[in-house]
């Protein structure tokens, strides 16, 4: 089965998918978030694309672990993909995901342009690695 990472941002949802196996995760896609609502008709083709199983969504908690407004966002986002895609959405802990998909992208020397335009799917291939790692670690 194939798994979706999703990091749900402001602007951008970053897409990951896994391979066949769920072993490895790999960055695909930003989609724009949209006031119509219209990201969720694009999820669903990705979805269909790629023939996912289930998803998972970056779940931002605060350092001590409780979840604030930004957390509690992402909390409504997932309920809205489970009832629109009618799959298994899962929250995972996306603590500093991004900020490691940051510095990965520094050591390697991309320029500011193109870290921006790479960092959002980069975070949900981070979430998603994390998650499915999780898994076989069980």
């Not at 350092?63 to 895609?85: H, W």
């Not at 990965?104 to 790479?118: M, Y």
């Amino acid at each position: 089965m194939k798994w979706m990472g999703l990091d749900y941002g402001d602007r951008n949802i970053g897409v990951a998918v896994s391979d066949a196996f769920g072993w490895t995760a790999q960055g695909v896609t930003v989609v724009e978030r949209r006031r119509d609502g219209s990201e969720f008709e694009r999820i669903a083709e990705l979805v269909r694309e790629h023939e996912i199983g289930e998803v998972v969504v970056g779940l931002p908690k605060n350092m001590n672990g409780t979840v604030g407004p930004r957390g509690e966002i992402c909390i409504a986002f997932a309920e809205q993909l489970r009832q629109k895609l009618k799959l298994p959405v899962h929250l995972w802990d996306e603590r500093l995901t991004t900020v490691a998909a940051e510095r990965t992208l520094l050591e390697a020397d991309i320029s500011r342009k193109k870290r921006k335009r790479v960092v959002d799917k980069m975070a949900a291939a981070l979430i998603l690695q994390n998650f499915l790692d999780s898994k076989t670690k069980r």
